[in-house]
């Protein structure tokens, strides 16, 4: 299929390259020329505008936040542009009010957008390995479904109401960053009682806790490696920040989310913003007393 | 090997019937006798008085709580009952502080002390499948693996304190508390969000969530199914009131456990005492206006 | 003196009056015209549109929140409009952000800005007796005090940086919304406890808190008449939600702050938005089982 | 009035002093008993034991928390020591249960019993400036109350149901964490934004906030003196714990009290047991990254 495609950070560029390796015919746009560049030699076209990318019959945007989709996309007037029946597909994360608001926009248009965020940190996208979650025209969704394999693993399709997929990926960072707050505080309360944080990982995930994400965040928390960061604390504070923002609209309070944006924010103040994400557990260690 | 085994419960009873079964010999006391009469016809000799089921080298006590174990072993005048060198099993889920007063207690008496718990609902007791958390003197527990392997599938070792197999027990129990808090709140959001509570399930225990605690607690709480119970509110306050007392003693403050033990609180405050614990999830939806 | 004011709401609207009271010249403008036709047999110039306002060397802005301020001020070109050294009070309860983008975009325009919320419900704005915290040019304070004078009971300067005002006015929001949660949750355990919340205030409010903030939220809160609103729930969620922005900002956790946020979503969930910011206190009461 | 007085610690040595000088014949006893010989030369007769001082028809004690209370009164066994009719007034902090316990007790006994706690720190007790807040039969309230004029400013009686008394200064303790808890929180905010507390605090303090609590805790927390303690951390805890323990027992969630709880503790793992409960709100500034 021929598609554009706009936003070539850590995830996009290997989303993009995954795009072009299954053999899609991809024009690339991004803001610093020379990712994009970067990408001609393996078959993409390199678009001089982010208006130029949008002259195929999908557009997919892979923006790091609102603020970059609502610059390039809204401000930019991309939507104009599309042509009658196109299909955007917005794949980064951002708030359930902003894909409402495009989900207006295409209306308006004659315009097809379909809300499409992933799970899955650098490594999955490059591996091809994401979990897409999509919501949006159920045909649209099924044309656009060979560009869906080539990044990633499984696509989950929750609806044709775009914003349902916002829901759906801002709810998931919740329940991890909640399990870096419970595995923080219980190895808090391990350490200060003598037992080794890893020995307690090791039961709980050869039985109840069988799970990727306890296994890798367990052992990073464990391990206290924070750096380099996979993924840094301004970026979990911009999460919890959406699914905040997504709680108060909906009127849905969601205590632990508090919590975990207070761990954040004094992450940040007492360490900066260079650590991983999953550093704010420090924060309980440091009101123990801990190092 | 012959032993001593008092507390026949939900979980004390299969867990004796299953050390009957596999050759063991038993000597049971239960404070309602019924219950230990039944389990005569499958070998068991029933003991008139928790003194007269101290005779064999090993006790085994499966009691409900700090309280049933501090009249029964403390009040009761167990320890200086037992053998030199005799061994005492605490299986149940008590406090890391009382597990370090039996263990003086037992230090004063000549007698082992080992510390027990086990994860696992009635369930798995039946099955023989518990996780048996033990900690203590290496040649007592040693010693006593046949016994643990007749009860569980599993026995981690985890040093020769006792009070650290509580500490882990309970930071076991906060992990599980806490999922349930998250799924509840994470559920209240996509409910407001008009998506199936279900379907997000579906996404997250296919990838980075497949782990038995999310798939069982997911299902029931979605179901909102809390009647009957497999464990109810009052056990659960009491659980989280253990993980908060330790956690005061041990000066580690766990925010996420102070939250939970609120939430159990109304629970509790506005349906009773009879719904299953992970019932304390319904607040984050009442919370949200969601009936 | 002559000034221009816009923004004649619940606030507003007596703020301005008080102003004809003293004898001041002034232009007011408010969107919906009517409000302002009615100050006109009080000697006020009505003007046609928000620019028309910009002719006196002092506009002052009353508007309800960053979004009022940002359309009619920032996006309505006000600034551009005012003579050079001209200045712009902005008296409503906006954030420490636009107070800050507001300073900038006068400091390149080459007029004044001074940041002056108010402490006072109508009544006080009524009676002249708000409390004005004001922040900006020193000498553009000391020029316009008599315009504050006219309005409040007292003006306290914190400083020549306009944001520190607004810090200021959302630390203060916060005691008092913090006051009403502790007040329902300490009136819940009495009632729980067989105690009448007045009897408890009596005590309170005649020794260590005999403060006026206690004297009326603490009646308030016990009689539960939330109808009439004196201030609705959703400005109690524009306010938290503002102090929350701030601590972000400045990278403070504030968790009472989130634990108001949380139950105030709660109270317009479950009860809707017409009740008084202080009926968020029924969560607590609700929480416990009360009715 | 002839009474009997038991507890001689920072609060109950200058209250004993005081029934002294009012002219009431006082026999004191004192674990450590130095203490209770000092009070020879000011009138007092000096009892061996415990016992020996119940022969009065009034028993007052004034014991440092429920430990000291169980061990000294029910394990002691005074309340059968008391004539008929005698009247014990119990006036330390303990707990709605235990309050509830010894009223059971003394009805089971044929004595009466008045629970009587104070608000006010040692200073207020050498002015007999304390606050009583009883509960208890009418009568031996009535007939007391010259011994509360000797102690105290005022008393309040809450109500026949002694444990009721216990309940308001539960909650009266709770007002003033909570209070300690907000201005941490607000002064971190403003210190990150630039402004100074004692800036803040006088213009909250001369406004909506003028009371005692604010004016005291205010000046404390801004100038972070915690050093000499007037009442050390860990009373703080034990108060704290004493309104968790109550509001369990009540089924009455209280979040503010939990957050208090987990900041206590988290500034006796950081700081050490010296320090004054008030420096708990070190923790929010820490947090934001303050020093």
Redesign the interface.
């Known amino acids: 299929m021929r598609a554009g495609f706009i936003g070539l950070g850590n995830m996009g560029m290997p989303m993009a390259r995954n795009l072009l390796k299954a053999g899609h015919e991809i024009t690339v746009y991004n803001r610093t020329r020379r990712r994009a560049e970067g990408l001609r030699a393996e078959g993409a076209t390199v678009a001089g505008s982010a208006i130029d990318a949008c002259n195929s019959d999908v557009l997919i945007t892979m923006l790091a936040d609102d603020r970059a989709v609502r610059a390039v996309v809204l401000d930019g007037q991309l939507i104009p542009r599309l042509a009658a029946g196109a299909v955007h597909i917005s794949m980064g994360t951002i708030s359930?009010a902003l894909a409402q608001e495009l989900t207006t926009a295409h209306a308006g248009a004659g315009s097809q957008f379909i809300s499409a965020p992933v799970?899955g940190r650098p490594e999955a996208a490059e591996a091809a390995k994401l979990?897409v979650?999509a919501a949006g025209p159920a045909g649209s969704i099924e044309k656009c479904q060979p560009l869906f394999d080539a990044m990633g693993q499984?696509t989950?399709v929750?609806?044709d109401?775009p914003?349902?997929a916002n829901?759906?990926k801002?709810?998931?960072n919740?329940?991890?960053l909640?399990?870096i707050?419970?595995?923080g505080?219980?190895y808090?309360?391990?350490r200060?009682?003598?037992?080794e944080p890893e020995?307690?990982l090791?039961?709980?995930t050869?039985?109840?806790?069988?799970?990727?994400?306890?296994k890798t965040y367990g052992k990073l928390i464990a391990s206290e490696q924070f750096l380099p960061a996979g993924f840094k604390l301004p970026l979990g504070?911009k999460d919890v920040?959406l699914?905040l923002a997504?709680?108060?609209d909906?009127?849905?309070?969601?205590?632990?989310?508090?919590?975990v944006?207070?761990?954040i924010?004094?992450a940040?103040?007492?360490h900066g913003e260079e650590l991983d994400w999953s550093a704010f557990s420090k924060?309980?260690a440091?009101?123990?007393?801990l190092k």
Request: a negative charge; hydrophobic letters at 55%; aromatic letters at 8%.
């Open positions: 359930v799970f979990v979650v499984h989950f929750v609806g109401e914003p349902k829901a759906v801002l709810a998931g919740f329940l991890i909640s399990v707050e419970s595995l505080e219980a808090a309360l391990l200060k009682s003598g037992v020995q307690f090791e039961i709980m050869s039985t109840l806790f069988s799970a990727p994400v306890y504070l920040s699914v997504a709680a108060s909906a009127r849905a309070p969601m205590p632990v989310a508090s919590l944006r207070d761990h924010l004094a940040i103040a007492r924060i309980s440091e009101n123990a007393g």
